[in-house]
């Protein structure tokens, strides 16, 4: 019989590191996958536009379970979760990442008894203030198999008790699914749309709670965007949380006011990596572009104090400036001297995790 593999996305950063994998299981008789969308991301641009682009098959399930407290949402994808897996009984459930769904599925399968496969395991910013670090600890416990991005992952999880015997050191799937679509992306020529030079703009996205719920915070983002847009153009997807504190703070309009300051809706996968691609460099607080702008050796300023990616900061080309308006321009003058460090791309960021994850399933 083959084995049942229930695939889960739920929110944006999550359709990319599902993708490749269940393109392989769904051209291997040995799997019966199915691909399962808890709907904690639900407008076009933050979840259908992501499985055109990356052609993902409509989702076999779609629970709808919207937007909430971190409570509600995550009661909401066990509720819902619990059904399905009453119904389908799959033999694993694969869970991506670090997000709400994430947690929700690895701990509804868990008590049901059914087996849990963690994609981007092992990954720890310390920092227990952010949901999804409480995501990741918790999610890594109820797994059966823990597939790792990197070896620091690994060292994490040993220091955490866990047997070395559930880990799998498979590199960053996430790569696999941008090796795929570079090609497109760059054929696209993404920054034109916004009359800029290739290598000659910088692409921001912030979208934190710690940089965009806190005023304070949110005020000191806004003053950096414009001390970077003044000495080069910069574009800013604004994602909804983002657009709501800006709009809540009655800072939209003196922002779309900013000189060489573009704000644009959230892109798809395709235009957005597009436009990293074509960057001189990336302000970023989102996990997932500092490992793409190490895997495309573009400069990444990280407008946080931590990261539960330090192999971006000590291999690849990755920055942590937090808030701090002095480190942004200190950097900003290497990126433009052309000083700034060359980073490398860490072993197994290949575009084959995906390929070593199968693998795994039935050794
Ligand atoms: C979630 C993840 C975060 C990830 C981010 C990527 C958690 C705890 N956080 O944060 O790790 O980096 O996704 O985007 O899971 N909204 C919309 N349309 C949507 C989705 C959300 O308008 O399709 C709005 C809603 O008002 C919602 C808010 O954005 O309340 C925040 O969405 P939510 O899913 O709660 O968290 P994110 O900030 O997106």
Same mark, same amino acid.
């Given at each position: 019989m083959a084995l049942h593999i229930a695939c889960f996305v739920g929110a944006r950063p999550n359709f990319m590191k599902v993708a490749p994998l269940l393109r392989l299981l769904r051209q291997d008789r040995q799997f019966a996958p199915s691909f399962v969308h808890t709907g904690q991301h639900y407008d076009f641009q933050m979840s259908e536009v992501f499985l055109h682009d990356l052609g993902l098959p409509a989702?076999?399930? *779609?629970?709808? !379970? /919207?937007? /909430?407290?971190h409570a509600a949402q995550t009661a909401r994808v066990m509720s819902a979760t619990e059904h399905y897996f009453n119904r389908f009984r799959p033999d694993w459930a694969v869970v991506v990442g670090d997000v709400n769904s994430t947690l929700g599925v690895a701990l509804t399968a868990a008590r049901m008894g059914i087996a849990v496969a963690h994609v981007e395991a092992g990954l720890r910013s310390g920092d227990r203030a952010m949901p999804e670090e409480i995501n990741r600890i918790a999610t890594d416990h109820l797994s059966r198999l823990l597939f790792l991005p990197s070896a620091d992952a690994g060292e994490n999880l040993e220091r955490e008790g !866990?047997? %070395?015997? %559930?880990?799998? *050191? !498979? /590199?960053?799937?996430m790569v696999d699914s941008l090796f795929l679509v570079l090609p497109r992306a760059r054929k696209a020529e993404v920054w034109a749309r916004y009359q800029l030079a290739p290598k000659h703009y910088c692409v921001v996205t912030a979208h934190r709670p710690e940089n965009v719920d806190n005023r304070l915070h949110l005020r000191r983002l806004t003053d950096i965007l414009a001390q970077v847009a003044a000495r080069l153009p910069a574009v800013l997807p604004l994602h909804p949380r983002t657009r709501q504190r800006l709009e809540q703070a009655r800072a939209l309009a003196a922002l779309q006011e900013v000189p060489g300051l573009h704000l644009t809706e959230p892109l798809g996968y395709l235009d957005f990596l597009g436009l990293v691609d074509g960057a001189a460099v990336a302000l970023t607080d989102s996990g997932g572009l500092q490992e793409e702008t190490t895997a495309l050796g573009i400069p990444c300023l990280t *407008? %946080?104090?931590?990261?539960? %990616?330090p192999i971006t900061v000590t291999v690849g080309t990755n920055t942590l400036t937090g808030l701090d308006p002095l480190a942004v321009s200190a950097c900003l003058d290497q990126v433009l001297a052309g000083t700034y460090k060359v980073g490398a791309i860490p072993p197994?960021?290949? /575009?084959?995790a995906a390929e070593r994850i199968v693998r795994a399933f039935t050794e």
């Open positions: 989702p076999d399930a *779609l629970f709808e !379970v /919207g937007s /909430g407290t !866990v047997d %070395r015997s %559930r880990m799998r *050191l !498979v /590199g960053n799937v *407008l %946080r104090e931590n990261t539960e %990616r197994l960021w290949d /575009g084959k």
